[in-house]
């Protein structure tokens, strides 16, 4: 009897957790979509910034957020998933690798203004990249490495051994393995790390400030060396710069509405694929 109360308590606390998650959450996304969608137009999504940020549209913004985005995963991903495979697959059990590990798992909470003071010094000045998309890109790489790395991680762990042993069993090679057999198994776990990591990446304001973000841009980048205005950064400098708070203000709102729908659209879509994968596996 005393368990069965106890169960039930139980599912009662899961289940007002889990309802105060989704209304804060329907709370926040009502709330921009209420201030944002006055501002959102044609022209405010395929114009460029006129009068000082107060007319015109964030298509620039747009542009440079989608770049800086696309550009860090492509950097973060290969990387993270090849150390996931060495750390998991190849490296021998030792203190020297459960200390990396651990490292690992302590630079993914490191807040993400060190990582641009790091971007800032090392690409910017060092390298001579300058405030440009590469310096972003490659800065916001090393910062959602560590998430993509455990993320891998533990999904390369959950794949059953004998999985492992059946396909070596078979002749396979060790690598003939991982990649047919292991990764294939590990993908949906991996891309909810390039999920969270996207929405990461789409929504940080000190990396880019301080390694690829300008705060005024009437055209577009020309290469991967030219500064780039991001959504993030447009909507932090919208709210704490200039002399029209009321214009800008609005426009602040709508570039965070359409942030948080590519933000949505990128994780519906890699959900998708997540779960095309597990039905496939």
């Given at each position: ?22 209304f ?36 620039p ?37 459960n ?7 302590n ?12 971007g ?10 300058g ?24 999904s ?41 990591s ?13 390694t ?44 965070a509405l ?24």
């Amino acid at each position: 009897m005393n368990k069965d109360i106890t169960q039930k308590l139980g599912f009662i606390c899961l289940s007002l957790c889990a309802l105060i998650t989704v209304f804060f959450l329907g709370t926040l996304i009502y709330f921009i979509v209420v201030r944002g969608a006055g501002a959102i137009s044609w022209q405010f999504l395929t114009d460029v910034p006129r009068k000082f940020m107060t007319q015109g549209g964030v298509a620039p913004a747009i542009v440079g957020t989608f770049y800086l985005t696309l550009g860090s995963i492509m950097i973060a991903l290969p990387l993270g998933l090849a150390c996931a495979v060495y750390l998991c697959e190849y490296s021998p059990k030792s203190v020297v690798v459960n200390i990396i590990r651990i490292s690992i798992n302590n630079l993914a909470g490191v807040p993400s203004v060190v990582f641009g003071l790091f971007g800032m010094a090392v690409f910017v000045k060092f390298l001579g990249f300058g405030v440009s998309i590469l310096s972003g890109c490659l800065t916001l790489a090393i910062m959602v490495l560590p998430s993509i790395i455990s993320a891998s991680q533990e999904s390369l762990m959950a794949v059953p051994q004998s999985y492992r042993e059946a396909s070596l069993a078979l002749g396979a090679t060790q690598w003939y393995t991982i990649k047919k057999i292991v990764v294939p198994s590990a993908l949906p776990g991996i891309l909810t790390g390039v999920i969270l990591s996207v929405g990461r990446v789409a929504g940080e304001t000190a990396p880019i400030l301080f390694t690829a973000g300008t705060f005024y841009m009437r055209g577009y980048p020309k290469s991967i060396f030219s500064e780039v205005m991001a959504l993030p950064y447009h909507i932090y400098a919208l709210m704490t710069e200039g002399a029209h708070p009321v214009a800008q203000t609005k426009i602040a709102y709508g570039c965070a509405l359409i942030l948080l729908i590519l933000v949505l659209t990128v994780s519906t879509l890699a959900i998708f694929i997540r779960q095309k994968q597990r039905s496939m596996s």
